[in-house]
């Protein structure tokens, strides 16, 4: 059975930094390609940045610069460093994974963790 949890989300104000984490089990991780999603009230999931096995790294132009992705593969860990965080990066986070694609589009994800809520204020 495949799980994904998340943790580390949080408030802060804007200009703050956060850094989630999300432990993978149940599956050959070092074989899968990894993301981060996120979704505000109202608005469509967002591909936020992805994680490749070969190490090719990904990221939505709202959040290059000041996020970084990476992944621990002996500890099937995935992170998501956030820096100069903005009021409008306020969304539930959401790791995935995918064996087949590494795009940013969250339904080529099969597998979800619960999420991680993310409050930003100004």
């Known amino acids: 059975q495949v799980q994904l949890v998340e943790s580390g989300g949080g408030s802060v104000q804007a200009g703050g930094s956060l850094r989630l984490s999300c432990v993978a089990s149940?599956?050959?991780?070092?074989?899968?390609?990894m993301g981060w999603f996120r979704q505000a009230p109202g608005k469509e999931r967002e591909g936020v940045a992805t994680s490749y096995v070969t190490g090719i790294t990904t990221y939505a132009d709202s959040v290059k610069g000041r996020f970084t992705i990476s992944r621990d593969n002996a500890e099937n860990t995935l992170f998501l460093q956030m820096n100069s965080l903005k009021p409008e990066d306020t969304a539930m986070y959401y790791c995935?994974?995918?064996?087949?694609?590494?795009?940013?589009?969250?339904?080529?994800?099969?597998?979800w963790g619960q999420g991680t809520q993310v409050t930003v204020s100004s």
């Open positions: 149940g599956l050959s991780y070092n074989k899968y390609c």
């Open positions: 995935a994974a995918s064996l087949r694609y590494c795009s940013r589009a969250w339904r080529d994800f099969g597998y």
